[in-house]
């Protein structure tokens, strides 16, 4: 039974067949449809032979062939019907295929808990390849691949059954030629196929220098410093250095088609040149029979057939569908090895939050973040973090996040491993704000309300958090107010500067605090404020802070300094820890680094 069950899935991990099956669990209605098209369709090409070769045998012997024209009529008629179908069918089930594709993949991202797997270069690579960076195809492409080659088959195999009632053994070889031809063209398309696939970080590259060209988001400094030609350099560089052996690759794989182009040509045209013999030959045989045989002859191309070439569009579809296998594959054992946890009752840290002798390195990278970490962060009580950069202070809130797991050692709220703790749970008590917080082209109430979405905007809450950052004369000036979209490319669009969306940020954490968050997490929250917004910060911090357990990451020790706790980080571990007033007196690295701030302005 186990290795029944490994065959089958071995089986629909093959791309051709998940092609298939992908067309199958997209729409199974359409796909009956469009089987049924397909089928009827290719029986009209052998059909329309033995109906000609009637219409000739009728009139050489002088009996009416009004049956048979009509026939034939009906078959046209019917033909030029379900070819258009058969096309719409197609176009229908490609586009629910790529959406159910999207969605798997967006799906299989979003599973992790932790972040790890986003900064995989392979998986990267692997999900370009899925959105159809190689060819520009996507994987529902296969859908019209696949129809295309089972029409031609179908109906080429139908006619090659014509052939073999005239010499079985003429129907054998015009068989093998074609499969031979197939074959060649087949080995061409892989071939390249994988050269995309060896080059798709060169694609990406690509990729990126060409948004650098066109995007807004580097459009001011593209042309301040002139970088419009440094990056379509780029560009061409990254692009070229893969199609340089796609072109190579297309050379020899052309040699290689023509090949098995001039086998089939040499076959088909001596059996023509043989039915021809026979026909002149053959006083016994009627001549319809020659006639059906010709045309059946002509049909039997279909089997390498060269126009529309659907093993070309199967095989570029398919290079889609491999990747989309892999992401799933590798997104298990991200899933199996990486975040996870059952417990769902832990609340708000009623005692504190530990680090244990906690030592974190990023995969990939020999050099650990943190060796040995010890960090009390009390419950109900603020928090600050400060060491230079690359000290580990947003790695230390990552780590809190369980957007990572430590590599060694715990983290425990109220004596329970945070690693036994269900991710979502968690992520439910956590509110925070992010050194790279989101900028969403969405409206201002979903911005601030990301913890509520999909209900309905709370306008009260809103409203509340709105007046504790300040944010509110900003909503009601505009126009749409909360519904305005902060993206002007957009309907009800408006523009927010830096610091105005800092606010909108930090209204976001709060709002996550009004649905139930207790441990709120600041990352360099004045960054992008000026002087006046950040004084207003300062003035209001332990109101804003009140009661809950708060990190505050911050290079500007105007807003660190009323924080219950600092904590300087250095070297992967706590080097001082106290209040300002007691890490001033101690005259350590705090107060140096604090004496160096605050002497810009005393001079």
Not at 75 to 89: C, F, I, K, N
Not at 168 to 184: D, E, G, I, K, Q
Request: with cysteine.
């Amino acid at each position: 039974m186990a290795g029944a069950r490994a065959f089958f899935t071995n089986l629909n991990e093959r791309p051709r067949v998940r092609a298939h099956v992908m067309a199958w669990e997209a729409n199974a209605p359409l796909a009956v449809v469009l089987v049924v098209l397909i089928v009827v369709g290719a029986a009209f090409a052998p059909l329309y032979a033995v109906l000609v070769g009637t219409v000739i045998g009728a009139a050489a012997r002088h009996q009416s062939v009004t049956a048979p024209l009509i026939a034939i009529g009906a078959v046209y008629a019917v033909s030029q019907v379900l070819g258009p179908a058969r096309d719409a069918v197609t176009g229908m089930l490609n586009r629910r295929v790529d959406d159910r594709v999207r969605a798997e993949m967006m799906e299989a991202m979003l599973r992790p808990h932790g972040i790890a797997h986003l900064e995989d270069a392979a998986l990267q690579d692997k999900l370009e390849l899925a959105r159809g960076i190689a060819w520009g195809i996507t994987p529902g492409s296969t859908v019209g691949g696949l129809a295309q080659l089972w029409f031609s088959r179908l109906s080429s195999l139908g006619s090659l059954l014509l052939v073999a009632r005239f010499r079985w053994w003429l129907a054998v070889v015009l068989l093998v030629a074609n499969l031979v031809t197939l074959r060649s063209k087949r080995k061409a398309f892989i071939n390249l196929t994988q050269i995309y696939g060896q080059g798709t970080e060169r694609l990406r590259k690509s990729s990126y220098f060409r948004e650098v060209a066109l995007g807004a988001d580097a459009a001011k400094e593209a042309r301040v410093f002139g970088l419009g030609p440094w990056a379509i350099d780029r560009f061409d560089g990254a692009w070229f250095e893969t199609m340089r052996e796609v072109w190579a690759e297309r050379r020899r794989g052309g040699l290689v088609v023509s090949a098995g182009l001039l086998l089939k040509g040499v076959v088909t045209v001596s059996a023509f040149l043989y039915i021809a013999n026979a026909a002149f030959a053959a006083s016994a045989r009627p001549p319809q029979d020659f006639v059906v045989i010709i045309q059946a002859l002509l049909s039997v191309a279909g089997l390498s057939m060269v126009l529309g070439n659907p093993e070309l569009i199967l095989e570029q579809g398919t290079s889609a569908i491999r990747p989309t296998i892999e992401v799933e594959r590798d997104i298990a054992t991200h899933s199996a090895s990486a975040i996870r946890g059952d417990r769902d009752d832990v609340t708000e840290p009623r005692h504190s939050i530990k680090f244990e002798n906690v030592s974190f390195g990023y995969p990939g990278r020999d050099d650990l973040v943190f060796d040995g970490l010890n960090l009390e962060l009390p419950a109900g009580h603020s928090l600050a973090i400060v060491g230079d950069n690359g000290a580990g202070k947003t790695t230390l809130v990552k780590l809190l996040a369980r957007l990572y797991d430590p590599t060694s050692g715990r983290i425990t709220v109220d004596g329970i491993p945070l690693a036994d703790v269900d991710p979502a749970a968690w992520h439910r008590q956590l509110a925070a704000i992010f050194q790279d917080f989101g900028r969403y082209a969405l409206t201002a109430a979903e911005n601030v309300g990301l913890s509520n979405f999909g209900d309905e905007p709370d306008l009260d809450a809103l409203n509340r958090v709105a007046d504790r950052v300040g944010i509110r004369p900003l909503i009601d000036g505009w126009e749409h107010g909360w519904d305005s979209v902060l993206n002007r490319q957009f309907d009800k669009g408006v523009e927010a500067s830096g610091g105005e969306w800092q606010r909108i940020a930090l209204a976001r954490a709060l709002f996550a605090v009004e649905r139930g968050a207790h441990v709120l997490v600041l990352d360099e929250p004045t960054a992008q404020l000026d002087v006046r917004g950040e004084a207003e910060l300062y003035d209001r911090f332990l109101e804003l802070t009140a009661g809950l357990t708060t990190v505050v990451i911050s290079h500007r020790f105007s807003t660190v300094r009323r924080a219950d706790r600092i904590v300087v980080v250095e070297h992967g571990k706590v080097c001082e820890v106290g209040s300002h007033d007691e890490l001033m007196a101690a005259g350590g690295k705090y107060a140096s680094m604090f004496e160096l701030q605050a002497a810009r302005f005393a001079s």
